[in-house]
Structure formats: structure tokens, C-alpha cells
């Protein structure tokens, strides 16, 4: 299952989620994925699941920690690192009952 969506919700703003090839990326070696508040948009570099799942959840992070004005704890990539991790495998391993 693929928790990638193409768009969210964040605060009313409609945040876009783009993945992109390799020939496409813009971005230094290492970085595998960007959140720009400006154009309310998610990159990702295509990858395997596992890897954009877990980067789409770390710029996710970065999202709502820049939306609730807490940029000090945004650029603290550990902290960022860590939720998403925890994020991830929460909806990963997450299992739903069936409506009736």
C-alpha cells in the first residue's frame, strides 16, 4: 500500500505532492525530498517505496511544523527525522476495523 498521496490538506492550504525522476531533481546528493512553504508543495526524488514513504512523512513533518509557526523545531532535522520515522510506521503497520 502506497501512503503517497498526490495532495493534503493542511490549515485550508492545499499542499501538492510531486515525486521526480533522478533527471528531474534539482536538489544536492543526498536530498531526497523538499517541503516549499511558498508553493505549499512536497518533492520527492523517485526511489523505492520505502525510501519516499518515509521522506514524504519527514517533509510532512516540516510541513506542520512550519504551518504552527515552529521553525526552530523544523530545522531541527533530528527531531524532524525521528517523528517521521515513528509517523510512518504508525500508518504503515496501522490496521482499520470494517464499517458496518
Not at 10 to 33: I, K, L, P
Not at 47 to 71: I, N, P
Amino acid at each position: 500500500m502506497n501512503l503517497i498521496p498526490a495532495k493534503f490538506q493542511v490549515m485550508g492550504c492545499t499542499v501538492e505532492v510531486q515525486v521526480r525522476s533522478a533527471e528531474e531533481w534539482g536538489y544536492e546528493d543526498g536530498v531526497v525530498g523538499i517541503y516549499d512553504p511558498m508553493r505549499h508543495k512536497i518533492q520527492l526524488l523517485q526511489a523505492d517505496l520505502q525510501m519516499m514513504e518515509h521522506a514524504y512523512f519527514h517533509e510532512l513533518v516540516h510541513c506542520v511544523l512550519h504551518t504552527l509557526g515552529r521553525e526552530k523545531l523544523s530545522s531541527d532535522e533530528q527531531l524532524v527525522d525521528t517523528v517521521a520515522g515513528l509517523l510512518h510506521q504508525a500508518m504503515k503497520t496501522a490496521v482499520y476495523n470494517k464499517g458496518k
